[in-house]
């Protein structure tokens, strides 16, 4: 689902930025890359997270990618000439993510899941692309942020089909993708690491 106006603001937002570094720090404290890996963020937006990441974690190759074109020109414009040359830039959909099974070292996801409506076929995916052993870094808001009786007015998510942290735990494991390291407030947000098993299910 593509944001409305009101989210693209929040999520465009210099705060924004400074929480992503402050998470992109949590996440390599926890469960660090190695140099030289492939990383992939769905949903990325502006591009504002793709660099943190590429700044932090020096992967041999960055892509990311949105469903809405109109962020991927953003995205563009954001980074410049000399980001656009390290990190690759498409549109696509987290439901059908155009790459090969067991290519990718790690997935980020900045709060992009809950805006899926199909998340569970996003997390069969997101299961597929990655190595076994690969990291799925994770940061997800449950409905009591988003669906409340002020942000429904203003924000756009879909309305069935939400999860919250039980329901998400059980996906990921179900899908061996068990979460390795996680900071929660329950009931309203997750910050986690999930690590594909060598010996993958599938969902």
């Avoid at 990718?104 to 996801?109: I, N, S």
């Avoid at 061996?176 to 599938?202: D, R, T, Y």
Wanted: with cysteine.
């Amino acid at each position: 689902m593509k944001l409305n106006w009101a989210e693209r603001w929040v999520v465009n937002n210099p705060s924004r930025v400074f929480q992503q570094r402050i998470e992109i720090g949590w996440f390599k404290k926890k469960l660090p890359l190695k140099p030289g890996a492939a990383i992939l963020e769905i949903g990325c937006g502006r591009g504002a997270g793709a660099r943190l990441i590429r700044q932090a974690f020096r992967p041999a190759l960055m892509h990311a990618q949105d469903l809405d074109i109109e962020m991927i020109h953003k995205a563009k414009r954001y980074l410049g000439i000399e980001y656009q040359e390290n990190i690759s830039l498409s549109v696509a959909d987290s439901v059908q993510i155009p790459f090969k099974d067991r290519s990718l070292d790690a997935v980020f996801d900045f709060g992009v899941l809950h805006h899926v409506p199909d998340w569970q076929k996003a997390l069969s995916e997101i299961e597929r692309i990655l190595k076994p052993g690969g990291l799925f870094y994770i940061e997800e808001l449950y409905p009591a942020l988003y669906q409340n009786f002020i942000t429904r007015h203003i924000l756009l998510h879909p309305a069935e089909n939400r999860f919250y942290g039980a329901e998400f735990r059980s996906a990921l494991t179900a899908r061996g993708l068990p979460l390795e390291v996680s900071f929660e407030v329950p009931g309203l947000w997750l910050l986690g690491v999930a690590v594909k098993m060598k010996l993958a299910f599938s969902a």
